[in-house]
């Protein structure tokens, strides 16, 4: 089964409005956490914002913030004020075991294309 | 702020080649994560090392190898090169008990002819 789902493979956006980004998890770890990160064209990939399952409250980061709901298990991406450099590829990961801090690694989602509109 | 060096930037082998790529984390950060993108994929993990002993282990074919130096850099050796290694390879890095956030290179963009 897939760990993390975004289901959104392309969204366009008006430059200035916000937009928000989908991105389900699966996993039984009480102990997890979940980041957001932008790939733009050029190909690094840039950490954008992190939530961890017994954080109280949601993220934010500047125009970022993150919208967790636990229960539902999601934990989607709002841009705000989106801007042109914002057009990139955006992925949600999730590291499982974090209370054990072990070294345990991302697992990735397969991407939102988020292209920002002049 | 320092960030992850990892070079070559770009790499052009034949088949059957060897590769090497290097990773240098973040100063003082003890874990190296090593993770490969083939094209229109999300990032797959390979290998980690936590202080410089292998930590954990993904989808890493038996032809690649890695390790973690004193100095806390990581190599990934890659063999037998095949055309399907073609990818993004990304080195990331974290300081454990400090965060939990992996911190990304720029990548090494391996193609195989």
């Not at chain 1, 102990?31 to 064209?41: E, I, M, T």
């Not at chain 1, 949600?92 to 939102?112: D, K, V, W």
Request: charged content about 20%; overall charge neutral; proline content about 5%.
């Amino acid at each position: 089964a897939q760990k993390i789902t975004q289901t959104q493979p392309g969204m366009f956006v008006q430059e200035k409005e916000a937009v928000t980004l989908d991105c389900t998890y699966d996993t039984s770890d009480p102990s997890y956490g979940l980041f957001w990160y932008k790939q733009p064209s050029s190909g690094e990939m840039i950490f954008l914002i992190y939530q961890g399952s017994y954080d109280q409250q949601n993220a934010t980061e500047g125009r970022y913030s993150l919208n967790f709901q636990k229960a539902r298990k999601s934990a989607n991406l709002v841009i705000s004020a989106s801007q042109l450099g914002d057009s990139a590829m955006y992925f949600c990961a999730m590291r499982e075991g974090i209370s054990s801090g072990s070294a345990r690694q991302l697992t990735f989602g397969s991407g939102t294309q988020l292209t920002v509109l002049p | 702020a320092a960030g992850v060096i990892q070079s070559p930037r770009h790499l052009i082998k034949e088949k059957r080649e060897t590769a090497t790529l290097k990773c240098y984390p973040i100063p003082r950060h003890d874990t190296v994560y090593w993770y490969q993108q083939g094209p229109g994929q999300d990032p797959q993990f390979l290998i980690s090392f936590y202080e410089k002993m292998q930590s954990d282990k993904g989808s890493i074919p038996d032809r690649f190898s890695a390790q973690q130096f004193s100095d806390y850099h990581s190599e990934l050796n890659m063999s037998s090169l095949e055309l399907g290694d073609s990818a993004l390879y990304f080195c990331a890095s974290r300081l454990r008990g400090r965060g939990e956030t992996q911190y990304f290179g720029p990548g090494t963009r391996l193609l195989v002819l």
